[in-house]
T-cell receptor, first 113, second 113 residues
Framework: AQSVTQLGSHVSVSEGALVLLRCNYSSSVPPYLFWYVQYPNQGLQLLLKYTSAATLVKGINGFEAEFKKSETSFHLTKPSAHMSDAAEYFC???????????WGAGTKLIIKP | KAGVTQTPRYLIKTRGQQVTLSCSPI?????VSWYQQTPGQGLQFLFE???????NKGNFPGRFSGRQFSNSRSEMNVSTLELGDSALYLC????????????FGEGSRLTVL
């Protein structure tokens, strides 16, 4: 079964700096990979998803993620952080057997002014 | 297209009581999943319903139950509430296309006193 590891429960960056949130999956290439964002007291919103069409995936709000099979990674990046990016970010992968999503523990992104 | 709707958004109960939460999925989505989210445990999968049948189940005690109606609306019930049941309960629906992508509601925030 798949597992997902997000490195760092909290990541702090300055406004305008590069955002890098790390996600690694455990084993065989999953069919789909996702990044979701959650703002305080809200549900999760899809940022982007990988569906094997392209290894570099662009999402909403200027975020993108690159699928690297050799590194079993799907890291999320944004060139320049904005205060409004402060939120919790979740990486998830789907299982081949039933497409259930396996979730990472989440990373809280803190933006310093 | 209306999104996933959860009611109520906030509720307060006391230990020993029971609670019922409701979820209306996106029109046309037959799959509804429930998650419990707490600061310590992150996102925990409760169960998934598809066409009125429970398709997958997480590792929660029998006090947590759910059902789905013929119009795909779903309810979850927690009986004999404990302090540890205080959490954000998230409902998510997905289409039959099996990409695994989940669409979340804003959640029901349950506080048990």
């Amino acid at each position: 079964a798949q597992s997902v590891t997000q490195l760092g429960s909290h990541v702090s960056v300055s406004e305008g700096a590069l955002v890098l949130l790390r996600c690694n999956y455990s084993s065989s290439v999953p069919p789909y990979l996702f990044w979701y964002v959650q703002y305080p007291n809200q549900g999760l919103q899809l940022l982007l998803k990988y569906t094997s069409a392209a290894t570099l995936v662009k999402g909403i709000n200027g975020f993108e993620a690159e699928f690297k099979k050799s590194e079993t990674s799907f890291h999320l990046t944004k060139p320049s952080a904005h205060m409004s990016d402060a939120a919790e970010y979740f990486c998830a992968v789907s299982e081949w057997s039933n497409y259930q999503l396996i979730w990472g523990a989440g990373t809280k992104l803190i933006i310093k002014p | 297209k209306a999104g996933v709707t959860q009611t109520p958004r906030y509720l307060i109960k006391t230990r020993g009581q029971q609670v019922t939460l409701s979820c209306s999925p996106i029109s046309g989505h037959r799959s509804v999943s429930w998650y419990q989210q707490t600061p310590g445990q992150g996102l925990q999968f409760l169960f998934e319903y598809f066409s009125e049948t429970q398709r997958n189940k997480g590792n929660f005690p029998g006090r947590f139950s759910g059902r789905q109606f013929s119009n795909s609306r779903s309810e979850m019930n927690v009986s004999t509430l404990e302090l540890g049941d205080s959490a954000l309960y998230l409902c998510a629906s997905r289409s039959d296309s099996n990409t695994g992508e989940l669409f979340f509601g804003e959640g029901s925030r349950l506080t048990v006193l």
